[in-house]
Nanobody, 124 residues
Framework: QLQLVVESGGGLVQPGGSLRLSCAASGFTLDDYAIGWFRQAPGKEREGVSC????????YYANSVKGRFTIYRDNAKNTVYLQMNSLQPEHTAVYYC????????????????WGQGTQVTVSS
């Protein structure tokens, strides 16, 4: 069965605004996985934003988003969310979620299942 993760929730928001991104799994259960959020801005490398263990809910954030972004899970819905507040233009990027069968921190190479990404644009 095809295993996919699908992001949603991106869009255009004004500086200071908020967005909530969703990462839903299809074809497998996330209960024993770790989910990471990554982003890639034009001309820049992909960078890790946050990750969560679906097993125990432990979280990790990149320093650049601490206090601004919150990652949380809903195991019943097989979904992970990234709540992003106080967004600024520098947060503009394509945001990806990815699943890893074991805790992987924010190392992209450790994640086997990637979504197609959702565009977040912060602009007035």
């Amino acid at each position: 069965q095809l295993q996919l993760v699908v992001e949603s929730g991106g869009g255009l928001v004004q500086p200071g605004g908020s967005l909530r991104l969703s990462c839903a799994a299809s074809g497998f259960t996330l209960d024993d996985y770790a989910i990471g959020w990554f982003r890639q801005a034009p001309g820049k490398e992909r960078e890790g934003v946050s990750c969560i263990s679906m097993r125990d809910g432990s979280t990790y954030y990149a320093n650049s988003v601490k206090g601004r972004f919150t990652i949380y899970r809903d195991n019943a819905k097989n979904t992970v969310y990234l709540q992003m507040n106080s967004l600024q233009p520098e947060h503009t990027a394509v945001y990806y979620c990815a699943a890893s069968a074991s805790y992987a921190g924010l190392r992209p190479s450790k994640y086997a299942h990637w979504g197609q990404g959702t565009q977040v644009t912060v602009s007035s």
